[in-house]
């Protein structure tokens, strides 16, 4: 369906009932939005089976409601593997936060090392139309996509949250500025420490822009070769590293998915760079982390290839009209956004995989889309899901990754591979072992 086709019903849904969308206005005020999402449950049910995974998941997200509940929170909804609350105090819901990491550290502490549980937690304040079941607005989305960068462990908050709460005597730590909304509007984001048995930690966000810490990191770039050994290796600096086929100061004359200038990396500012000079071939950078997807994202699974194509009208109406993303696309009678198979050299195949649900699997013999022809794909390889007005994609802690094509220029976090042509590199913040 064409964008102004969508357009159109939805003006002709709004337009049924004017009063109700100026009523809504009157739902609007200055909230806090909280986001959890628990690290690690694929494996747990691979480990203990479905029931075992079910109920885990099920009695941690009823421990971390009950807990936002005693901070004079409301839980809005539990999505899969996370709790959304929101709160009237922004105080309370930092502290909810923390009790929350509290409470789990304590039941870790007495549980063996495969049962125990760690959750990401990400907070933001602002405007949101508050209904009596559910919660709307931008509030939601950048609560969500805060709560993306979040370690295991971890609190993140927005800076318009850190100007909320600055009398509530958090000790915090700048983790830098991240793009959470598109390519220009960057947030500079803060760690909640909640305990000194843990250092601060630098999220590996693939939506890092820059660091904030006084001294940037040394930064590694390695050349891995078939047999895993670094060959070639160097101090990342400003001026930067360029690699192609027959030019560039690494070259691989014998790789013909190479261009003779492919790509370059660079260190600025603490965050690592890779820009891809040829405009045309591949290169790929491995997620590490939660990925927000973009419209026209390339996804790389196994020996599949996807091409991410969205329908932010929806999303926008669901917004709009204060109603959830699901029901809206139940009322077009269209998904929100979809997954199309497209060939290497970037021809979209017959083959649609819609994201309808909350989550969607993708896996060579588990998920919702399964590939059992697949060999380089894991079992259950990665998940895709949607909150607010965003969908991300998380891969399932596989064997072979899950990458997503660099369009132009791309921040790589420390930890992750980059592919360029058939030539693997890595990125780290410190020497490499042998």
């Not at 502290?95 to 049962?115: C, V």
């Not at 160097?234 to 190479?258: K, Y």
């Not at 198979?341 to 649900?357: M, N």
């Amino acid at each position: 369906m064409q964008p102004n086709t969508i357009v159109t019903k939805i003006l002709k849904m709004s337009h049924e009932d004017p009063k109700a969308l100026s009523h809504l206005e009157s739902f609007r005020r200055p909230i806090t939005v909280l986001f959890t999402d628990i690290k690690g449950s694929t494996s747990y049910y691979e480990k203990f089976g479905d029931v075992a995974g079910f109920a885990m998941v099920r009695e941690c997200n009823d421990m971390l409601g009950a807990v936002a509940e005693s901070h004079r929170g409301r839980v809005i909804k539990t999505i899969g593997d996370s709790v959304m609350a929101m709160f009237e105090k922004s105080i309370e819901a930092v502290r909810s936060a923390i009790a929350m990491q509290e409470e789990l550290a304590a039941r870790n502490i007495h549980a063996k090392e495969a049962e125990r549980i760690f959750v990401r937690i990400g907070l933001h304040h602002g405007m949101g139309i508050v209904k009596t079941d559910d919660v709307f607005g931008d509030v939601v989305n950048v609560a969500s996509r805060v709560q993306s960068v979040a370690l295991p462990s971890q609190i993140v908050i927005s800076d318009t949250l850190l100007s909320e709460v600055t009398q509530g005597g958090f000790e915090t730590v700048s983790l830098g500025r991240f793009r959470l909304k598109g390519k220009t509007d960057e947030r500079e984001l803060f760690e909640v420490r909640w305990t000194t048995a843990v250092a601060p930690a630098f999220a590996p966000a693939h939506t890092m822009i820059s660091l904030s810490a006084p001294e940037s990191p040394a930064v590694m770039l390695y050349h891995i070769a078939r047999d895993g050994r670094a060959d070639l290796q160097c101090r990342l600096l400003e001026q930067g590293i360029t690699v192609g086929r027959g030019q560039g100061d690494w070259r691989f004359p014998e790789d013909a998915g190479l261009r003779p200038l492919h790509a370059r990396f660079l260190a600025k500012g603490g965050q690592v760079w890779v820009h891809n000079l040829a405009g045309v071939g591949s290169v790929f950078v491995k997620l590490v982390a939660t990925y927000r997807l973009e419209s026209e994202d390339i996804v790389s699974m196994g020996r599949h290839l996807f091409k991410f194509v969205d329908k932010p009208e929806m999303a926008k109406a669901a917004t709009i009209l204060a109603r959830p993303l699901d029901e809206v696309s139940h009322l077009l009678n269209e998904a929100p956004a979809e997954f199309r198979g497209i060939d290497p050299g970037g021809s979209e195949r017959s083959d649609v995989y819609p994201l309808t649900a909350d989550e969607v699997r993708f896996g060579r013999t588990q998920g919702t889309h399964i590939f059992p022809e697949d060999t380089l794909m894991s079992r259950s390889h990665a998940r895709v899901y949607h909150r607010g007005e965003d969908f991300f994609v998380e891969d399932l802690q596989t064997r072979n990754g899950t990458f997503i094509k660099v369009r132009g220029k791309a921040p790589v976090p420390f930890g992750s591979q980059v592919l360029v042509g058939r030539q693997v590199f890595e990125i780290a913040q410190q020497h490499r072992s042998a």
